[in-house]
């Protein structure tokens, strides 16, 4: 009898002890960490001369992740303040800061939004100007350092009464790159 009380005890603990599941977010799919960079180009998408790393930032962090509600067609852009040219070069320069809420089709991995009001310098006293967004997730179409492959995301964006446009022969920018690895050999 005390044998069986045992095994009994011991498959109730065992199967009280059953890992629950814990799912991933709405935006899962989009949601993500990447290396980009940000080029000044035409109407066609095409660099204008002089607009490559337009604002001299070299590669840097863009997050793309969730809301707090957690809407499957909703997803935050963020830079991370990392664009802001204000405090870069001079105070007159407005902050080109990206972190907004953008409209998502998870299907088609496309994103947008249209003059989205920009939180990308909330923490600053600089104003950010609203933004217009377009983009893309490609699954599979970009390469690391290492040549594996990787997701690649493509946007376009452009700011509500930006001060260079258009005089310095620009229509948008375009903000590119690829997934992060968290490997160091593809930083």
């Known amino acids: 009898m005390k044998k069986i009380l ?4 011991a498959l109730l603990a065992l199967s009280s ?3 629950e599941e814990i799912g991933g977010t709405a935006t899962e799919s989009m949601a993500g960490k990447w290396y980009v960079t940000i080029d000044a180009v035409d109407e066609n998408g095409k660099t204008i ?3 490559e790393d337009y604002f001299g930032l070299g590669r840097f ?4 992740y969730n809301t707090v509600e957690n809407d499957p067609t909703v997803m935050w852009v963020d830079d991370l303040g990392q664009c802001n040219v204000g405090a870069m070069y001079e105070d007159n ?3 080109y800061c990206i972190k907004a809420k ?3 089709n998870q299907s088609s991995m496309t994103f947008k939004s249209n003059e989205a009001q920009n939180f990308g310098d ?3 006293t600089f104003e950010a100007m609203p933004v217009t967004i377009d983009g893309k997730i490609l699954k599979g179409a970009g390469h690391q350092n290492n040549g594996s492959v990787a997701d690649s995301i493509i946007f376009f964006v452009s700011y509500k ?3 260079w446009y258009p005089d310095d022969g620009y229509a948008k920018y375009k903000v590119s790159g690829i997934r992060y690895s968290g490997l160091e050999e593809n930083d």
């Open 122 to 124: 909330g923490w600053r």
């Open 93 to 95: 320069y407005p902050s």
């Open 161 to 163: 009464n930006d001060p």
């Open 17 to 19: 002890c059953s890992k």
């Open 61 to 64: 962090i863009l997050l793309t």
């Open 6 to 9: 045992f095994f009994v005890t």
């Open 102 to 104: 953008v409209s998502i």
């Open 49 to 51: 001369k002089n607009g």
